[in-house]
């Protein structure tokens, strides 16, 4: 890789924010750390993406390196980026698992929209200030999660939490009247 001298400097670079340095991180162990993703994942999509995760978290992290063995400080944010990829494919396969069991134990139940219902939620929606309703949609229309919500919208997450709280809580109010 190179010698740890200029490793350490490289690093050194990246705690003081030189874009410089965090790019020659990325070229010294962009092509090692892909390989380690490949060969737990057997996917090229799958290890891009852990990939890009790693150097996003070690972008992230770089601060907190107190020395000792990159490498290996490195290689085990990689396996923890591994681990919490494969508890997400272990959550999805879980919840594929249940809506297919409610899918053949009984069958969904066709309801009619009530229309009424429908018209007065979209009157009542029109009434909230506009971040509010664009939150309220994008969570419950779009199905957004709120990190997203809030990455979108550019706002803390707790700002998004708090104003969907207080939206839906005001549409019942309104819904109630």
């Not at 400097?9 to 993703?37: H, N, P, W």
Request: proline content about 3%.
């Amino acid at each position: 890789m190179g010698d740890a001298e200029s490793i350490s400097q490289i690093i050194a670079g990246c705690k003081a924010g030189a874009g410089e340095s965090f790019s020659q991180l990325v070229d010294l162990y962009a092509s090692r750390c892909y390989g380690y993703f490949y060969r737990l994942t057997g996917n090229r999509n799958t290890s891009d993406d852990l990939l890009s995760e790693l150097f996003v978290r070690l972008l992230r992290k770089i601060g907190s390196y107190k020395g000792g063995s990159f490498e290996k400080w490195l290689f085990r944010i990689a396996i923890n980026i591994f681990y919490d990829h494969l508890r997400g494919q272990r959550r999805r396969e879980r919840l594929l698992e249940g809506q297919k069991q409610r899918f053949l134990t009984k069958p969904p139940a066709v309801e009619k929209p009530d229309f009424d219902m429908v018209e007065k939620l979209q009157s009542q929606l029109d009434k909230l200030d506009p971040d509010t309703r664009e939150l309220i949609i994008l969570r419950f229309y779009s199905q957004l999660s709120f990190r997203e919500m809030a990455d979108i919208t550019r706002q803390p997450i707790g700002t998004a939490l708090a104003k969907v709280h207080r939206g839906l809580k005001k549409l019942r109010e309104l819904m109630e009247q």
